[in-house]
């Protein structure tokens, strides 16, 4: 706790609780020791002194999830960059994003900081924070989204039943995002979690265009050929992608034209490429393709640029910030799963005895996976050995190993300056584009190449829940697995109770009764799977329940407080169909 | 074979569990279910062998009808019926109900001795527990009605609730109602006993026959389809219980039977240690949702939850069937309340806890009669869990409708025909029982509307009055509004203003019923039903003078009050009839008569297709101008003169309001206050209805709802069909005769009975109560149903009631008998019989004195208008 970097920025010793400086972990210049800083002192706290007497309270089962956190690898991160920029090599460098506004107070000197912070309405006169019950549920609900594979007389044929999605934001705006569709060309269904960081901009852009690519990498040749001449002849398309979407998944009609662009070059190059063997379409291989052709395309647009100064400045933004990649593609009991950096897919299996267990469909690409740390340090002279890892990070920088954009680990030097330096002026003001690695010697550092793993659905299989690193590191899989199969179960054929043949007696059962519907209670308020997880990721207490207070005064965080405690967390859960399953199983 | 399997039964009855019997008596009838072939044809086929159906071939044998067959699809007495709680409760909110219990009770308890089948009666009393005030009011005005109709019951206190049942905690008790002669019974036997002197009688009994469909010739009964073959018959009684719904929609010609079943549970227990005698009396707790009763020294609970299972939306499922299973995380909320009520029971142990459903209706009133649109399908189904209780007499009310034409009482309220096919939504049905199984131990206050299954019919108006505060109640799925709640005014939550006592627009309704007196009011009522008959020739006019008991042969543009009588000279409705011309009239009756009344019309009316009845409800929304200041509206509108000698009371005329042309006008009102109905073609709705609010605004115009038409009509002694009038009044004994063509030497329905009694006297009649030493404030207010005692006897049942502004006092309407002293014998009441009694009205066990009166108070009536209104109306108008 002596480490915590945060004491030392603190001049008055205070934990700056309300400090307005969260900002993205990921890109952290500073290797703080801990997720979360745990005050000396906690002295003074006026946000929570009125609502939660003592501070710690709130704190301890924080404490605690960072330990778990530490022993399930999670990488050690500091949230307060701003202020604990103790690190050895950039310890004067303010960094700020400009991406947003939220973000571009940031760079002020520490004394007028702490005006800011005292300025406060709330810092002078505490209040509560309280939520109600259907508050908490508005902002828990707010972005869930349902998916029901529809039936076909009466019988449904899809190894899916549907989909339940749900994300929260810690950072404003979201940096998350997240995309669910169906091939209408191939069969399968795609679905995806996508975590930025420095900015939403490449997330977005990879949430939208993603799915297109592999689709297209998925496609037959005949397929390829009659939309590219259907382009040619101005013909209306072949839809390729049913989208599933939230309203608040919105897509960038400014740049759709470029993407396109961009996308019909792929699928030129795919038909040109064709060699006339007609054999099957490796699924693993067609991932792999899209990856690195839309990262590809992400780099070149920006070493282009676009003559609209909106859509050139887009397209940099793009290719500066980052992304991870978890896509799940579903065609039968066929499961892939391509995950580029560190969100995670986890596929929830139901024993015969009915108890749960977690199988991970996913290595996560970070400082805890050694075979990451060994391929990075392999593919670099050794002498890089010792740099190219840093404090768990990627040149002591970036927490993923594998992203799409973030063109400053994978341009060289030359060419990430000469593109700033005829990019647009908000591009030159931005001193993070502008600040190079330290031991930036032989890039590419970064790759969006997925890792594939294939998995062959079997009737035990009931669900997959594909999340960003915001679930993973406040809850185990195995809770996250038993938590979402209690719920479905729950609440499509729970356990019923039957006295047949034991002696129970009125009382016994009443209280058993009772015991049952205080657990139920949390799941009945929600209708989504994602939701109830999000419930419990935020709302959980020491004891693996959901606390209504906390999760209230989790909800209540302003948004400038809110990313100290999690990150965004966006999550898919899709559930199998285990009768559609175990026929597939019976026909082989 | 019938006897046979009876027989086996009766060998078996030394087991006490019917349980057991039950599957003793499957084993026995489906060996034998094979050989068995249909007679062709019968006179009267029943489906279903459950308690209803046993009980109608019960009372059509005993009234000497041979020739019947009644179907069974599985076995006799295995529905519904098999897993019935078995508790026989008289404790009902309707009178009818109650005497159908009462009847039930007798009947069932004599049963045994009749047959010889032990049907497991044991008179056990029941006890209704009262948790809160507001819930022994309405306790105290059950036992209030309970007494006059003769079935004893008390109101006892706590204390003495503790004697009655040994476990029972009653420290959160504020009362309760004693019910000593309520009983149990095994309701599986009940139906085999009645099967077994039905069989006696005559009636044939197959079970294991499903009814496909019932085959209908020109909307008459002429066969049932079933899968061992075909039966003709003249009449068909659909008891199918749950099923009846889908049976009725399978015909050609579809009967609507609104219902819908709900699962419903109850917990079977090992007996105690020291077993429960069998006498221990059942207790109701409705503010705790539950029943419980002594079962084999154990004790059997169940209740009415708040979140209904609803079941078999989609009809009948096999798979649903199967699953119907104990789910004790619904039941935890009753097993909760159970343990408070009797904590001592915690140690009991658990036998079963039973899943069978129940049927429940649109308003929780079980369904019988004929059907509107074939005749000789009769109903008697959707019991509303208390099929049981209601059994018996209800299935003797049917057999004297099949046999007689009509029951022995009024059974408007039970009438299928209270329903249409607008009810008949399967979405409907399944979001109003889960409101209505609820309701069973809900209180039930003074005007209660039901919440699910509303905004079905309403006027082209409805959001123009919604926006402006109107508060909204239903009928027959058409919504009016109640009142108009002002702008600055804040009413109590929903919840809160469910009282017995004042309610909380008391004021508001005195301002609309005091702008209703002194300006104008407008009030939409469109939901009355209007038919329109018309013939090429005077077809029309000599139906409808046979039809209806006033003469109808009056000028064109007149309007006639008049009845519609039965051959008992009764009430079947009661109705205005316009002349529009020569040859066609127009007919307004009251808003739930759109189906009974349309059959009434088709079953008495010739085939002739020279002779057209149409239903126009829908084609005109109905604006009531009422109040002095109407006169000045309407004019200033229309420049055309609307004085007394130019537009004389109970006259219509076609005429344009505004720009609307076309708009018919009829000088009257349903409440005896000046004014002018306008019946407007929809697509003027909301013209007229600006028009008239723009132009009615200099003279103080504004929206009133039925509440101040209800005060209104109530104060001048104006009768409704379906509260106060039914098919058993005659117009003799509510002082309507003048409406009666008696001494025009005409021919009409009902002339013989009426010219009889008119020499004989009436037995009860209509008459208006003035509450004496009633507090507005601070007593409980009327409703309808309050007992009338005069001289301290009982002398009848009020009927309706409300506050008169007028008057400020409470104004009851109801019925006064004469029931001899020695024998309860009815006997002639005069007026002066009327004229000299000491009155009192029985408000939830408080007498009121009470002011007789048989005529309407004539001060009341301001058709007088003010002489400087006549001059400027007519300066307006020329």
């Known amino acids: 706790m002596g480490r915590c970097c945060c004491r030392c920025c603190c001049p008055r010793g205070l934990w700056m609780l309300s400090a307005p400086c969260c900002d993205d972990r990921r890109m952290c210049v500073c290797p703080g020791p801990r997720r979360i800083g745990i005050p000396v002192r906690s002295s003074s706290l006026p946000l929570f002194s009125d609502a939660m007497p003592a501070p710690t309270q709130l704190f301890f089962p924080l404490v605690r999830n960072c330990e778990l956190s530490r022993i399930y690898g999670t990488a050690c991160y500091c949230h307060h960059k701003h202020l604990c920029c103790s690190s050895p090599y950039l310890s004067q460098s303010h960094l700020r994003y400009t991406n947003h506004p939220a973000y571009a107070t940031f760079s002020r000197p520490k004394e007028s900081w702490w005006q800011y912070t005292q300025g406060r309405r709330y810092a002078s006169t505490p209040q509560k924070f309280y939520l109600t019950p259907p508050q908490v549920n508005s902002i828990l609900k707010a972005n869930e989204y349902s998916f029901k594979v529809p039936e076909f007389d009466g019988k449904n044929v899809s190894s899916i039943l549907g989909f339940d999605s749900n994300q929260l934001p810690a950072n404003a705006p979201i940096e998350d995002r997240r995309s669910a569709a169906t091939c209408l060309q191939t069969r399968g269904m795609l679905l995806g979690v996508f975590d930025g960081h420095a900015g939403c901009a490449c997330s977005q852009a990879v949430s939208e265009r993603l799915f297109y690519y592999i689709a297209v990498s998925l496609l037959p040749h005949e397929t390829l050929l009659e939309i590219e001449n259907a382009v040619e002849s101005g013909r209306a398309l072949l839809p390729i992608l049913q989208w599933h979407k939230h309203p608040n998944d919105y897509f960038s009609k400014e740049a759709s034209k470029l993407y396109f662009n961009s996308l019909r070059t792929y699928w030129q190059e795919l038909i040109d490429l064709n060699t006339g063997e007609s054999a099957d379409i490796d699924v693993k291989e067609a991932l792999i393709n899209a990856f690195k052709r839309l990262d590809n395309d992400i780099s070149l647009e920006a070493q282009v640029g676009d003559p609209n100064s909106f859509l050139n400045y887009l397209v940099l933004r793009v290719a500066f910030s980052g992304a991870t990649a978890c896509v799940a593609h579903v065609d039968g009991v066929d499961l892939h799963v391509a995950n580029t950096g560190d969100s995670r897919a986890m596929l929830g299996v139901q024993e015969e005895d009915g108890s749960w267990s977690a199988v991970t469909l996913s290595n996560d690409h970070n400082a805890q996976n050694e075979r990451e740390v060994e391929r990075l340090k392999l593919e670099h002279p050794k002498n890089e050995a010792k740099s190219v890892v840093k404090q768990d990070r990627l040149l002591g920088l970036l927490m993923p190993f594998r992203a799409f954009g973030d063109v400053k680990f994978k341009w060289s030097i030359d060419l990430q300056k000469r593109v700033i330096e005829s990019g647009p002026d908000q591009l030159n003001d931005n001193e993070y584009t502008k600040f190079i690695p330290p031991n930036y010697h032989t890039p590419p550092y970064l790759t969006a190449e997925p890792e594939v793993t294939y998995h062959r659905l079997r009737p035990q299989d009931k669900f997959l829940v594909l999340a960003t690193d915001g679930l993973w590191e406040t809850m185990h899989r195995h809770d996250v697995v038993k938590i979402v199969g209690e719920y479905l179960t729950g609440m499509h054929h729970q356990q019923p109770i039957a006295v047949g043949g034991y002696k129970v007696t009125l009382g016994q059962m009443h209280g058993l009764l009772t015991e049952r519907r205080a657990k139920m209670s949390s799941v009945f308020e929600d209708q989504n799977a994602a939701t109830h997880l999000i419930r419990h990721a935020v709302g959980n207490n020491e004891f693996g329940a959901v606390d209504h207070e906390r999760l209230s005064k989790m909800l209540s965080l302003p948004e400038e407080l809110a990313r100290m405690y999690r990150d965004d967390i966006t999550i898919i859960v899709v559930q199998f169909n285990s009768h559609v399953v175990g026929a597939y199983q019976n026909q082989e | ?878």
Not at chain 2, 128 to 134: G, I, K, R, V, W
Not at chain 2, 214 to 233: A, F, H, L, N
Not at chain 2, 345 to 370: A, H, Q, S
Not at chain 2, 766 to 776: A, C
Request: net charge negative; proline share 5%; hydrophobic share 35%.
């Open chain 2, 1 to 878: 074979m019938f006897h046979r399997f009876l027989s086996i039964i009766r060998s078996q009855r030394t087991s006490p569990r019917w349980q057991n019997q039950c599957l003793a008596r499957s084993s026995a009838s489906a060996s034998e279910a094979h050989s068995v072939t249909l007679p062709a044809q019968a006179e009267v086929v029943i489906c279903g062998g459950g308690i209803t159906g046993t009980s109608v071939a019960y009372h059509l044998s005993k009234m000497g009808w041979k020739d019947i067959v009644l179907l069974e699809q599985g076995r006799l007495a295995a529905g519904s019926t098999r897993f019935c709680a078995g508790i026989l409760s008289t404790a009902r909110h309707l009178t009818i109900e109650q005497k159908m219990a009462d009847y039930s009770n007798k009947l069932y308890q004599q049963l045994e001795q009749e047959t010889g089948i032990q049907t497991g009666y044991v008179r056990t009393g029941s006890v209704f527990l009262a948790q809160t005030q507001d819930r022994l009011i309405s306790l105290k005005r059950i036992n209030s009605r309970l007494n006059v109709i003769g079935i004893p019951s008390e109101i006892i206190s706590p204390k003495k609730v503790a004697e009655l049942h040994p476990f029972l905690n009653m420290h959160d008790l504020v009362g309760a109602m004693h019910v000593p002669e309520d009983a149990v019974v095994s309701s599986a036997d009940v139906a085999l006993a009645l099967a077994s002197a039905a069989s006696q009688n005559g009636v044939q009994i197959y079970d294991r026959t499903s009814v496909l469909h019932v085959m209908v010739k020109k909307g008459q009964v002429t066969g049932v389809e079933t899968d061992k073959g075909q039966i003709e018959c003249r009449y068909f009684v659909n008891c199918a219980g749950q099923w009846a719904y889908e049976l009725g929609l399978s015909n050609e010609e579809p009967v609507s039977i609104p219902l819908h079943a709900c699962e419903h549970f109850y917990l079977l227990t090992r007996p105690l240690e020291t077993p429960l005698q069998n006498n221990t009396p059942t207790i109701v707790d409705p503010d705790g949702r539950i029943y419980i009763r002594n079962w084999q020294g154990g004790i059997l609970s169940g209740g009415f939850e708040k979140n209904p299972k609803p079941i078999f939306t989609e009809g009948k499922n096999q798979l649903e069937i199967q699953n119907l299973q104990e789910d004790w995380d619904h039941f935890e909320p009753l097993l909760s309340s159970l343990l408070r009520r009797m904590p001592e029971l915690e140690t009991l142990e658990i036998m079963k806890l039973v899943n069978c459903p129940e049927t429940f209706t649109p308003d929780m009133r079980c369904i019988m009669g004929e059907s509107p649109a074939v005749r000789g399908y009769f109903v008697l189904a959707g019991m509303n869990s208390a099929g049981l209780s209601f059994g018996g007499g209800a299935g003797k009310y049917l057999a004297e409708w099949i046999v007689n034409g009509y029951p022995s009482e009024n059974v408007w309220e039970l009438d299928l025909k209270r329903f249409g096919a607008l009810q008949s939504s399967r979405t409907f049905l399944r979001h109003r029982v889960m409101e209505v199984m609820p309701l069973i131990y809900d209180l039930k206050v003074p005007r209660w509307d039901f919440q699910t299954g509303r905004q079905l019919r309403t006027s082209p108006l409805y959001d123009r009055l919604d926006a402006q505060g109107a508060r909204w109640m239903e009928k027959h799925g058409f919504e009016r509004p109640k009142y108009f709640v002002p702008p600055d005014k804040d009413l109590l939550a929903l919840e809160q203003s469910k009282t017995f006592y004042k309610p909380d627009w008391f004021d508001i309704v005195e301002a609309e019923v005091k702008c209703c007196k002194e300006a104008v009011c407008v009030i939409d009522m469109s939901s009355f039903t209007k038919f329109e008959i018309t013939s090429t020739g005077d077809q029309a006019l000599d139906v409808l003078q046979f039809l209806f008991s006033n003469d109808l042969d009056v000028p064109v543009g007149h309007i006639v009050h008049t009845g519609m009588l039965n051959e008992t000279g009764g009430y079947e409705n009661d109705c205005s009839i316009a002349r529009l011309s020569k040859r066609s009239f127009f007919m307004i009756s009251p808003t739930d008569q759109q189906v009974h009344c349309w059959a009434w019309l088709r079953k008495h009316m010739p085939e002739d297709s020279s002779l057209v009845l149409e239903d126009v409800t829908w084609k005109y929304t109905a604006l009531n101008l009422i109040g002095p200041r109407a006169v000045d509206v309407l004019s200033e509108l229309s420049y055309a003169p609307m004085t007394p000698d130019h537009f004389p009371t109970l006259f219509c005329k076609e005429m344009s309001v505004g720009y609307a042309n076309g708009i018919r006008v009829m000088s009257m009102t349903h409440t005896g206050e000046p004014g002018f109905m306008l019946y407007i073609p929809i697509e003027y709705a909301l013209h007229v209805y600006n028009e008239v609010m723009n132009v009615g605004q200099k003279y103080g115009i504004r929206n009133s709802g039925y509440y101040a038409l209800r005060s209104l009509r109530i104060e001048k002694f104006f009768a409704f069909w379906g509260q106060d009038l039914n098919t058993l009044t005659t117009p003799l004994e509510c002082g309507r005769e003048s409406r009666v063509k008696l001494d025009k030497g005409m021919d009409f329905m009902g002339q013989d009975a009426l010219l009889q009694q008119k020499q004989n006297g009436v037995y009860k009649r209509f008459t208006m109560f003035i509450l004496e030493d009633h507090d507005t404030d601070l007593d409980l207010w009327p409703w309808w149903g309050e007992p009338i005692y005069r001289n301290g006897r009982y002398a009848g049942q009020t009927t309706s009631s409300a506050y008169s502004y007028s008057l400020e006092r409470h104004v009851c309407l109801g019925f006064v008998h004469n029931f001899s002293e020695d024998t309860g014998e009815e006997q002639v009441v005069t007026v002066d019989f009327i004229n000299r009694g000491e009155y009192e009205i029985d408000i939830a066990g408080c007498r009121f004195q009470a002011k007789a009166k048989l005529y309407p108070i004539a001060s009341l009536f301001t058709h007088k208008r003010r002489k400087d209104d006549v001059e400027l109306s007519d300066l307006h108008g020329k």
